[in-house]
């Protein structure tokens, strides 16, 4: 009885392939002078609070750079008009007061985060 033998012909083309490609093309490592990264210091904590149609919504910022943040409120009914607050301002150390309303069910609320000029 004779075992299949099986043909060499994928992995020298794949290792064929992978030894053609541009060096740019390869991952590798990025050393900025041997420091690692600094971590992301951006970004007011937000806390949402729903009572019936109503939306209140307070973000903290306690980072350096100032946070333009917005209220984002999706209405459950398909008549009732989705809304967005006006952009806030928060500083550094400073807490922001944003509120918005349905005329019946909230559906869903949600924060943005833009980083002011």
């Not at 033998?5 to 992995?11: D, K, N």
């Not at 083309?13 to 093309?25: G, N």
């Amino acid at each position: 009885m004779r075992l299949p033998r099986r043909s060499l012909a994928p992995l020298t083309v794949a290792l064929a392939l992978v030894l053609s490609l541009p060096y740019d093309a390869l991952s590798h490592a990025r050393v900025s002078g041997g420091k690692p990264p600094a971590p992301s210091r951006f970004g007011a904590s937000c806390r949402t609070a729903v009572q019936g149609s109503h939306v209140v919504a307070y973000c903290h910022n306690p980072y350096v750079d100032t946070d333009r943040v917005r209220l984002h409120i999706e209405c459950a009914r398909w008549w009732d008009i989705d809304t967005d607050s006006a952009p806030a301002d928060a500083g550094p150390a400073m807490t922001v007061r944003l509120t918005g309303r349905c005329w019946k069910e909230v559906r869903s609320v949600w924060i943005s985060h833009q980083k002011a000029l």
